[in-house]
Each structure stands twice: as C-alpha cells, then as structure tokens.
C-alpha cells in the first residue's frame, strides 16, 4: 500500500501538453475560419442572394425544393430601329445635296468669299452662310445694300427648287443702339433677319420653310474687345437645314399613356416692315 501511495504522489510534469495541443488546435481552427471569411466564393455568394430575393419575393422552387430558381431578367439588346435603317438612306441622299447646295453658293458668292466677307460652313446641320453685315447693310439701318441685293437675289432663286428649312439669324455686336426705330440690339437683328427673309420670299420660297431670328449680341463669335471682333460678330447667318424631322411624342400626366403624335409645327415668323428712313444711328452697327 505504500508503494501505491507513493506512485499516486509521483506528479506528471507532462500535463500541459494537452492543454498546450488544445490551444494549438483551437488557433488552427480560427485561422482556417478566418481565412476561410476573407476568400468569398462569388458563386456560391450568388446562389445565396438569389436565393433570398427569390424568398422574399415568393418566387416559385424548383422540383427538388432547396433552392429557388431564379430566372434572371434578360437585359435587352440595343438594337438600331427599323426606322433608323430607313432614314439613313434618305440622310445619305439629303448630304450629298448639301454639298452640290454648298458649291453653288460658292460659285455665286465666290468674289466675296475671297474677300473674306462671305463664309460658307458645312456642319451637322446642314450648310450656314455667313455674311458680314457691312457688305449687308448701311450702318444702323435694315435696308439691303443694291449690290448685295442681286447675290442674295440669285441665292435666293438657287434655294427655291431645294425643300430644306431655312432659318436667318441677325447678330449685332455689343455697342447698344436706341433711337426711334431700332429701340436696342434685339429690334435691329432681328429686322435684318426679316428683311433677308422678306427678299427670299419674294423670290418664291415658301414662307412655311423660313424663319427668321434675330439674337443681338448674345451669340459671338469673336471677343468684342477689338473693332475687328465687333466687325466679326455683326453679321447675318442663313442656315439651310436637312435634318429629319423627328415624330413627336406628348407628354402627359402620370397615370395617363403617352402616344406618339403629329410633331408640333413652328407658327411662321411674322414679317416685319423694314424702315424706310433712318435716324440718327450708332456708328459701325
């Protein structure tokens, strides 16, 4: 009994191994966890999240009933519209008349063109002509001057066989203007502008494809800072537009349907009287 006594005191300095092989385990345990956290499985991350959409917005299982089908919604492919197709063609045809429309105004304004007076711009649009008011007009008056009457008398008839909109722009500089006649900048652009309309309208062009704007000193295309700027900026531009016209859709109230309609037609301007006598004007308008 002794000796058994003696054996059961005898203490086992190897315990704290297990304890140590448990920590050890343990902390394995964590690192594979956390590693496991950090390395996300996008697959599986998406079956899960259609999952959940799928049961919160009552969607049908499948047969096996584990885990939802979710159909995704098929993105639409943008496809050029019939319509589009069919305007190209006509796009095609319409640019290739702006051009044959830009060389023969080239022709007609060819003396100017050279001396920088006339400018003829091909854009996106269709063709702008760009003519310095000085050649125009007298300054501060809206009558065309006689030599340049004849030019745009010939543009005029050129454009009558064509079916293209025609808009007329009047630009001013900044230098205000107030007499009994042209009250500001806006009166006298937009006179000017009316009265190139009114001669185009006599020589035959519909009054349903003219229109006639007058913008003052808003649109510059130079600094005003310098007289050559201001000379620049005082001119009249005659756009000869080909765009298609598109179909209009109206927009109604929520709650009403939207149905596509006849495209809204722009009422003609309304002619106004140039002056037939000036007054005391500001020099170089």
């Known amino acids: ?11 086992n300095h190897e315990r704290w191994l297990v304890s140590y092989a448990d920590f050890i385990t343990l902390l394995f345990a964590f690192f594979v966890v956390m590693y496991a956290l950090s390395s996300v499985n996008e697959g599986k991350y998406r079956i899960l999240s259609d999952s959940m959409v799928s049961a919160f917005r009552n969607i049908p299982v499948n047969s096996v009933g584990q885990i939802p089908l979710v159909v ?13 197709k069919t305007q190209e063609p006509v796009r095609q045809k319409q640019r290739e008349k702006m051009r044959n429309i830009a060389r023969d105004i080239l022709e007609v304004m060819a003396p100017l063109v050279e001396q920088g007076k006339v400018r003829v711009l091909e854009t996106s649009r269709g063709v702008t002509i760009e003519i ?5 007009f007298a300054p501060g008056q809206a009558l065309i001057q006689p030599p340049l009457a004849r030019a745009m008398q010939s543009v005029a008839e050129m454009l009558v066989a064509t079916d293209f909109p025609i808009t007329i722009e009047g630009h ?20 000017r502008a009316t009265t190139v309309l009114r001669l185009f309208t006599a020589a035959g062009i519909a009054p349903t494809r003219l229109t006639a704007i007058g913008y003052a000193d808003t649109r510059p295309v130079e600094p005003n800072a310098l007289a050559d700027g201001r000379a620049r900026n005082r001119r009249v531009s005659i756009l000869i537009d080909s765009a298609i016209p598109e179909q209009a859709t109206e927009v109604k109230l929520q709650g009403q349907e939207s149905s596509p309609g006849a495209a809204p037609t722009e009422a ?8 037939q006598s000036a007054g005391a004007e500001t020099a170089n308008r």
């Open 172 to 191: 001013t500089d900044d230098v205000p203007i107030s007499n009994a006649q042209f009250p500001s900048n806006w009166e006298l652009s937009a006179v």
């Open 132 to 136: 310095n008011d000085s050649i125009l």
């Open 268 to 275: 003609p301007p309304v002619a106004v009287p140039a002056p």
């Open 72 to 84: 995704p919604t098929p993105v639409p492919v943008q496809k050029a519209s019939l319509a589009s």
């Open 1 to 11: 009994m002794a000796r058994r006594k003696r054996e059961d005191e005898h203490d």
